[in-house]
């Protein structure tokens, strides 16, 4: 695939097919382009007549002759030449010509000269992190680079962070964009800065100047008439090449409907290519827009064409293909980089910029639309993604970096913009790639756009454009969605785009207004409101009855089309309420455009007069239960919103002659809304339920945050609106007449009849009046919006988070969620959550929350309107346990309400009307009924809420009144002192409450009742000490509240003292009874308590040892070993609960367990893995690059249980295949099951055996070099007998046998069939994850992998456990390891020690004889690997373990194994001192010695000097003995660690007492317990002559000076614990380093999804095409395939722009981990959605790593995808 530079990449011919080897390309004519003068091309030029005629003919003799030249692939030294043709051949001839000069030179010079402009205009690259200040910036559009915003004032603001999609640039620099601060450092004016006002062409020489103009007007129309070309064969006049060769190229263009797998598949069909080149094919066509795949003659192009359109146009429309002449393709991709290189050049100076802008701009003699950016942006849409990238970047470059061209060009944007979005609409490429998306650079500046909409009307148009593409309309000219084809509802998509544009246009309110200005402006509301008409009563429903809807009606585009405009009807409101008169003249606008659609409005034609309670009102007859309404009405709430914007300005008390306040019919004002609210009470009442899903969703989003602004919260002003302008009574008896209640209220006899008839209608009743009187309550009580009620914005949103934090304690995501945006993305919670809440910080796990503070619970409302039904019960059940816990009643009062506004001041008279003090009475009369069927305890909350308002209301007038000596004419405790008036005679609503307070049924209102009594007295007292001064006013009431307060104390208290009382005298009488009991049953019980001693004996008996300290000396290895005592271990099985002792020759118990492969402990990962057939694992490297790890999670079975539970799980896994989703949390085909009882990822079970027997201390213990011999012999009589059984040959003398060793000894086993079966088991399941072969039990490599992974899991848990977090807590060694832990290593060695009974004895006898070789070397052995390539605890534990099988054949009894096992041990740690010595550096320890030399120091140098004396100058002189010495100590302490974990648990034996504690003398406790002198150079030193035979030996080795020389790896001891990389405390640190990333395979372009290996480092092109490799002969991800070299199949990585960390295990296993990254608030951001500042939390992301160290990520990612019970699953081998 030939790809060019970045500036041309999408075109320079593509793969030939498989058929086509004949075809060559042409070479180019080297010897004509040596002897090329580009100075002398120049100059010619300068003198001729026809400059442009000679350009022409250049390029078309060399354009075709440097590009395109066939279909090879381009390798990067063809790349590099062909763009080195390109700058000697056709640019510098050009730059010669521009600067009259040497290029380089000429463009230094006009750099230097130039006097740039303040503005940065750094042009984003794709996923480059921007930064936007929240407090300063003009909106949430302005934005600046990295660089910009570290040396600017924002960065000690509030800020957003986001990653740019590419293509906008930085506003630094550009005052419109900035409050303040709108210069970073760098961008700072200074003196010798241009004015923006001085013309830089001035500065350029004259003739550089004409030339220049000349030049740009070539090239650049060079370019616009190449790239708006339709003619596929031919070249536009002058450019035609001397000879046309029969040469074509088979383009295929991209397109948004085809997906990658059609096209691929396609492409393998038309061009007969492989599936690789294929995917490479498409790829290139996404990113670029086009691409050749195909070249050859005419017919051989034209036939792949007709393949690719007949496959692909069956279902959709075809893939767009041309055959392209290869000369065109050549000029076009010349273009390009002619555009590219004009592009470059006026970065040099400010003045060629403007030239190039005047070339642009420039009308041609056509007229209109004919300059040369004109011919690009109409034809935008007919070019391809790499053509429309680069000209959109010229554009930006050049025009938009000038403030006088970028206002010409907006203003032809402007002209042009009905067309450009028309071409938009019908194109299918995204916006990103349209000329249209630069929109937001020019609209969003406030000049540019007031400008734009005075000149060009820019407001009308861009509203009336939108309305034109959506033609689909009903008969009353209303939008219809329910009828859109797939077509239509993708225009309905993409036209949704004008909208932003008209938000970019509106979102910056003007502060000084011009007559021009206020008469386009309402000219654009006239449009907008022509919009909203179409929208008003759209989407109509009616109440389905009888049988369920059949199809769910369309709804989501309308809701779409409503929460596109919400912040555009905001703004347009912000914009009319900064000058009085546009908002007089919009308000008048809006109430004529509702009045046209009421007139509309078929119904009204049945007028009805109410009466009630003396009063009467006319209406008609309407009910929403049986005629259509809708919930769209954004005409009417719109005018709500004008309405309370006059009584915020006040200007309807200025001038309220000039309001059409007269034209105002309040009753129909709150027709609509109220219908609306209506339908929403009767949904909930259940009345609509056969209307299906989709009125429930409206319901929803009517109510959410997103719309409730626009929609409730503005149907609620507009009842408002109405009700302060109508007669209460009036108001509450139409609002029962739309609830269909009136005749229950009218009427007792009624009321009866409904109790008595169907219960599903009484339910719904219930529910209907219950949602009547909350609507009550929030129309009189819903008075924080400035303007109806007398508070500040500041106000609004304090108690919108007092009333969420009501709820529970909340994180800062969720309250701004809860929370309304504005037009610039802003909640306001900032400015209000620290003086009602406190922050509580998050640990390791969870987020930071937010709790209210105490003093705020007196604002919780009971009825907020915001809530919904199950936030109100959630905050009512916390705000009355709140009230418990801190000894109050658990009355929830209304809370004191702000003073409503002027317009708004006769709303309070709802509360004291006589309507609503007849439905409060019948209500409370309904409760005092002893029937109670027909009232609900939720309508009587609400009933006491009002009556709770009321009495609130009238304290506060009586408050204000004794201040300002004003009337209060509100008197509510005088109204429910009278009793009730007809239709429903009842007592006083005072005298019902008074009844109602001891009611048994109303427990829970017991509180509230009281409190409501306690007002009515205290205003009562109040009102009869009015001539008083406040002050007495207000304390006899007080004082009589607090003795009412204390009573009522005193009477709670007598009831709790009561409580407890009954509660004693009850456990008593228990008590009494179980004495009783047991006296009766004592043989029973005696008997029971026997059983329980015993077993609890045994339990202490069958605990684990290595937690008991004896008093004895305790020693795990050697003659002096103590055993275990002889002790009985009792488990039972999970899954049949059966106990059972484990016996080697009884039943086998088995461990769940999962093996697997790891690098954590790696020092080397380089390493590839190794080679499966020939790998040999009985010698480790020290690198460790690779280990088996296994892990258990402690859960025990019966093997045969387990058996039986794992067929179930393969059978049930088979009946699954058949399903949807396939299971992945495990794979059964490779052994993997969940732990039956805590369901954790295990792949085998390790048998559970019984404990080492004590030594037998009647044997001998021979000295090392009697033992050496004694092996010696053995091993030379073992190799005499196999070779005999090989060879068949007797011939050579037979060697001496030791005394009753014998060879033909067949040694009993000592376990079970079953315990031999499952040790087989385990044995194969390891070799089977370590190699990934078959199982093979004849593989002589199985025990030694069983070994592998007992010293790989010890190695593993001391460096990582014990090395960093043992450490760190100051722990002890031994007794602080996990249960799990303890039981996988003990089961694990136990299991280890005897898997050589499982294996022929000569696999294991030949294992030995090559690890015994490695530390007694023969000097004849050249196989064994040296001294400094081995890992000493594999050689410990191998050595160790496999020594029991020759151990086996002596019978004479006279010796034992343990003084075999201190031998080992003596040898290995002489063995690893020498290692450590050998490869230590004198820099390790740098202090000096304090005082004389000790004998470890001597010994030390003594061993350092034999060293020295077999090596020579290989090992550097070292004088201090105390350095050497603690260099040792430091470096042998973790070998030591581990051998002692190993012995301890192979041999049962209880550590000391000092190493079940932290502190000092851990190092002399060790040596002890292994057996060991404290000065470990003594085991040195006692055999002296015998140790400097074997060192002579081990130095002697050839590896072992070719690794001190630098031929190998060297590791140095003591191991460092491998950590995760270090990670930048900024994230957008890390975001910037992500977007400076290229995809290795995509010749430069930015990678899509940049992703961070948190073990390496390496930054992979994640989930995509191009970075797809073959593993095991599967496709697979870029992450994926790494985790396979970097770790063993197991990956941690980090996607950058995505904020999200990401576990893989192989193939198809991973999930997602909250990422380490937290911004200030504590919470992670994962997708960047919020923009907050992230920085990195180091204990989380610890916590990360001691999951990796811990091998922990496997089980993470099991329980992950085990709770993921989604239909949507990730292919997680793509990643």
């Known amino acids: 695939m030939r790809r060019q530079p970045q500036t041309c990449i999408f075109v320079l011919g593509g793969k030939m097919a498989a058929a086509e080897p004949d075809m060559e390309p042409a070479s180019a004519p080297c010897s004509e382009f040596l002897n090329f003068s580009a100075k002398d091309t120049a100059a010619r030029w300068l003198t001729a007549v026809d400059l442009q005629q000679d350009v022409f003919r250049h390029l078309a003799v060399y354009v075709p002759r440097i590009l395109c030249l066939g279909p090879t692939g381009v390798n990067s030294r063809e790349e590099q030449r062909e763009e080195l043709a390109c700058q000697l051949l056709l640019l510098a001839p050009l730059e010669w010509l521009l ?94 800065s241009r004015d923006t006002e001085e013309d830089p062409v001035a500065q350029l020489p004259a003739d550089v100047v004409a030339r220049c103009f000349s030049i740009f007007s070539i090239m650049l129309r060079y370019a616009v008439d190449l790239l708006t070309w339709d003619q596929e064969d031919e070249l536009p006049a002058g450019l035609k090449p001397p000879d046309r060769a029969d040469t074509f190229y088979c383009m295929l263009f991209n397109d948004e409907v085809h997906t990658y797998e059609q096209v691929i598949y396609t492409l393998q069909k038309a061009v007969n290519c492989s599936q690789k080149e294929a995917v490479s094919f498409a790829t290139t066509v996404d990113r670029e827009g086009r691409k050749s795949v195909r070249y050859g003659d005419f017919q051989f192009c034209e036939q792949a064409k007709s393949i690719i359109v007949r496959n692909t146009g069956r279902q959709s429309k075809p893939l767009r293909v041309q055959v392209m002449h290869s000369s065109v393709v050549a000029h076009q991709c010349f273009a390009l980089k002619t555009l590219t290189w004009l592009g470059q050049i006026i970065q040099y100076s400010d003045g060629l910029r403007r030239i190039l802008c005047q070339v642009g701009l420039q009308q041609g003699p056509e007229g209109e639309n004919s300059s040369l950016v004109d011919r690009l942006m109409l034809n935008d849409s007919k070019m391809w993604k790499g053509a429309r990238n680069i000209y959109h970047q010229l554009l930006m470059n050049s025009l938009l970096m000038d403030l006088e061209y970028k206002k010409i060009f907006a203003i032809q944007f402007a002209k042009n913009y009905e067309r450009l979005q028309s071409d938009y609409v019908t194109d299918d490429h995204d916006r990103e790639f349209s000329i249209t998306d630069l929109s937001v650079q020019m609209f969003t500046v406030p000049s540019l756009a007031r400008m734009l909409m005075v000149e060009q009307n820019l407001m009308s148009t861009i509203i009336r454009t939108f309305v034109d593409h959506l033609r689909h309309r009903d008969l009353q000219g209303r939008f219809q969605f329910d009828r859109y084809t797939a077509q239509q509802a993708f225009k309905f998509g993409r036209v949704q785009s004008l909208i932003g544009d008209l938000k970019y246009v509106l979102i910056s309110r003007p502060s000084e207004w011009t007559n021009q200005l206020r008469l386009k402006f309402l000219e654009g509301l006239d449009a907008f409101l022509e919009l909203l008409k179409c929208m008003q009563g759209m989407d109509p429903v009616v109440r389905q009855v009888g049988q369920h809807i059949e199809m769910e009606p369309e709804w989501e585009a309308a809701f779409t089309l409503q929460m596109k405009l919400t912040p555009i009807i905001s703004m347009i409101q912000e914009w009319c309420c900064t000058d009085e008169h546009v908002l007089i003249e919009a308000y008048r606008r809006c109430l004529s455009a509702l009045s046209q659609c009421h007139s509309g409005l078929p119904d009204g034609e049945q007028p009805i007069s109410l009466s009630l309670a003396g009063h009467c009102v006319e209406t008609f007859r309407y009910q929403v239960s049986q005629e259509k309404v809708s919930i769209h009405l954004p005409v009417c709430r719109l005018l709500a919103g004008l309405h309370v914007l006059l009584s915020r300005t006040e200007v309807a008390s200025r001038v309220p002659e000039q309001l059409p306040l007269g034209e105002l019919s309040p009753p129909l004002l709150i027709e609509l809304p109220l219908r609306c609210l209506v339908l929403c009470a009767q949904v909930h009442a259940g009345m609509w ?85 909350h609507l009550i309550i929030m129309v009189i009580g819903e008075r924080y919006v400035s303007g109806v009620g007398q508070v500040a914005p500041f106000d609004e949103v304090r108690r919108e988070i007092i009333h969420q934090l009501s709820i529970r304690r909340m994180a800062h995501s969720e309250l701004v969620k809860a929370l309304p945006e504005n037009g610039n993305k802003e909640t306001g919670l900032e400015r209000v959550i620290d003086s009602v809440a406190s922050f509580k910080e998050p640990g390791v796990t969870g987020r930071g929350l937010y709790e209210l503070r105490p003093e705020w619970n007196k604002h919780f409302n009971l009825y907020f309107h915001h809530y919904s039904r199950a936030d109100q019960s959630k905050a009512e059940e916390a705000q009355r346990k709140l009230r418990r816990q801190n000894g109050e009643d658990t009355a929830l009062p209304p809370p004191p309400l702000p003073p409503l506004s002027s317009l708004f001041a006769s709303l309070v008279n709802l509360l004291q009307c006589d309507m609503l003090l007849a439905i409060e009475g019948a209500v409370l009369q309904w409760a005092v009924e002893p029937s109670g069927g027909g009232w609900t305890e939720s309508m009587l909350q609400r009933v006491l809420h009002l009556v709770g308002m009321a009495l609130l209301e009238e304290q506060q007038q009586l408050e204000n009144s004794s201040i300002d000596d004003d009337i209060v004419t509100f008197n509510y405790t005088c109204k429910i002192t009278r009793p009730g008036e007809s239709p429903s005679p009842s007592g006083s609503v005072l005298a019902l409450l008074e009844s109602l307070q001891n009611a048994p049924h109303l427990e829970v209102h017991k509180d509230m009742i009281t409190w409501i009594l306690k007002m009515v007295t205290n205003i009562k007292t109040m009102r009869e000490r009015t001539s008083a001064t406040s002050s007495y006013t207000m304390s006899p009431g007080a004082g009589q509240e607090e003795t009412v307060r204390d009573r009522d104390k005193a009477e709670r208290k007598r009831k709790a003292e009561m409580a407890r009382l009954r509660r004693e005298k009850i456990m008593a009488q228990m008590s009494e009874m179980q004495k009783h009991f047991i006296n009766e049953n004592k043989e029973l019980f005696q008997q029971s308590l026997e059983e329980l001693e015993a077993s609890t004996s045994t339990a202490a008996h069958s605990s684990s040892p290595g937690l008991v300290p004896t008093c004895v000396s305790q020693v795990c290895v050697g003659p002096r070993r103590v055993g275990g005592a002889d002790q009985r271990q009792l488990v039972t099985c999970i899954l049949c609960q059966e106990e059972q002792e484990v016996k080697g020759h009884g039943r086998a118990m088995v461990l769940a367990a999962f093996v697997q492969r790891s690098t954590v402990l790696s020092k080397n990962r380089h390493r590839s893995l190794p080679n499966p057939e020939r790998y040999d694992p009985v010698f480790q490297h020290p690198d460790l690059s690779l280990g088996i790890y296994t892990a258990s999670c402690g859960h025990i079975m019966h093997a045969t249980c387990w058996q039986r539970y794992f067929e179930a799980v393969q059978v049930k896994e088979q009946r699954r295949q058949q399903r949807l989703r396939g299971h992945t949390s495990y794979d059964v085909e490779n052994g993997e099951f969940l732990c039956p009882l805590c369901e954790c990822l295990s792949n085998t079970v390790i048998p559970l055996l019984p404990s080492t027997p004590s030594p037998d201390n009647s044997v001998d213990h021979p000295s090392l070099e009697a033992w050496i011999n004694t092996t010696n012999q053995q091993i030379a009589t073992l190799h005499s007998a196999y070779r005999r059984q090989t060879d068949g040959a007797a011939e050579e003398a037979e060697p001496e046998a030791p005394e009753g060793f014998r060879v033909d000894f067949t040694p009993q086993s000592s376990f079970s069939s079953s315990i031999s079966e499952m040790i087989n088991t385990f044995s194969l399941s390891t070799y089977k994850v370590t190699l990934k072969l078959n199982p ?42 996990p249960c799990r832990q303890d039981d996988c290593l003990s089961s694990l060695t136990r299991f280890s020690s005897a898997c050589w009974t499982a294996a022929p004895l000569k696999t294991t006898h030949t294992h030995f004889f090559r690890l015994f070789k490695a530390l007694v070397p023969d000097s004849q052995d050249e196989n064994t690997p040296c001294v400094i390539d081995i890992d000493m605890l594999h050689l410990l534990v191998y050595t160790v373990l ?116 932290a502190g000092p003398g851990q190092w002399e406790a060790l040596c002890s317990y292994l057996s060991l002198p404290c000065n470990l150079l003594q085991v ?170 811990q091998h922990g990520i496997a089980e993470v990612i099991g329980h992950a995808q085990e709770a993921n019970h989604t239909l949507i699953t990730i292919d997680w081998q793509h990643l």
């Open 1442 to 1557: 496999s020594y029991s099988s020759v151990k086996s054949l002596d019978q004479c009894g006279r010796s034992g194994v343990d003084s075999a096992h201190l031998h080992i041990l003596h040898l290995i740690i002489v063995a690893h001192m020498v290692q450590i010595l050998l490869t230590s550096t004198t820099e390790d320890v740098c202090m000096d010695q304090d005082s004389e030399g000790s004998e470890e120091e001597e010994l030390t140098c003594r061993l350092y000097d034999t060293l020295r004396k077999h090596l020579g100058s290989a090992l550097p002189e070292v004088t201090s003995g105390w350095q050497l010495w603690h260099c040792v100590k430091a470096a042998i302490l973790p070998f030591l660690r581990a051998a002692a974990l190993f012995f301890h648990y192979l041999n049962s034996t209880a550590p000391p007492a000092d190493l079940l504690v």
């Open 1580 to 1749: 040195y030193q006692s055999q002296h002559t015998l140790m400097e035979l074997l060192i002579h030996r081990w130095c002697c080795h050839p590896g072992v000076k070719r690794s001190l020389q630098g031929g190998g790896v060297i590791v140095r001891f003591p191991r460092e614990s491998n950590r995760l990389i270090d990670l930048p405390e900024d994230y957008s640190v890390l975001i910037y380093q992500a977007s400076s990333f290229t995809c290795p395979r995509s010749g430069g372009d930015k990678s899509r999804a940049p992703t961070l290996c948190l073990v390496c480092g390496a930054m992979l092109c994640s989930q995509s095409y191009c970075c797809q490799t073959e593993v095991d002969g599967e496709d697979v991800g870029a992450c994926t395939a790494h985790t396979f070299t970097c770790g063993a199949g197991l990956g941690l990585f980090l996607r950058v722009r995505e904020s999200q960390v990401l576990f893989v295990a192989g193939k198809s296993k991973g999930c997602f981990y909250p990422p380490p990254y937290l911004d200030n608030y504590g919470e992670t951001d994962q997708g960047l959605k919020r923009g907050n500042p992230l920085h990195l939390c180091r204990e989380r992301y610890r916590k990360i790593e001691r999951l990796w160290r």
């Open 689 to 773: 339920r056969r209307n299906g899903f989709s009125l429930i969703n409206q319901i929803y989003y009517y109510h959410n945050v997103k719309c409730r602004v626009e929609m409730f919260d503005k149907d609620i002003n507009m009842l408002q609106v109405g009700a302060s302008m109508m007669d209460p009574n009036h108001f509450l008896m139409i609002v029962m007449s739309r609830f269909e209640l009136f005749h229950i209220f009218s009427s007792a006899d009624v009321r009866k009849r409904y109790r008595e008839a169907n219960k599903d209608v009484v339910q719904q009743n219930n529910t209907l009046i219950e949602e009547m009187l």
């Open 99 to 192: 600067l009259g000069e040497e290029p380089a030179a000429g463009l230094a010079r006009l750099q230097e000269n130039n006097q740039p402009s303040p503005l940065c205009g750094h042009v984003f690259k794709v996923g480059e992190p921007t930064y936007s200040c929240r407090e300063c910036a003009a909106d949430p559009t302005c934005v600046l680079c990295m660089q910009c915003f570290l040396g600017s004032v924002h960065k000690d603001h509030r800020y957003r962070m986001t990653t740019s999609g590419g293509g906008g640039f930085c506003d630094c620099g550009d005052s419109e964009a900035w409050k303040k601060g709108p210069y970073c450092q760098k961008h700072t004016p200074t003196d010798t």
């Open 1336 to 1377: 093979n039990d004849a593989d002589p490599r199985v025990p030694v992998l069983s070994w592998f992974t007992c010293a790989y899991t010890i190695q593993s848990i001391v460096c990582v456990f014990v090395e960093r977090l043992l450490m760190d807590e100051d722990k002890p060694l031994f007794g602080s390891l």
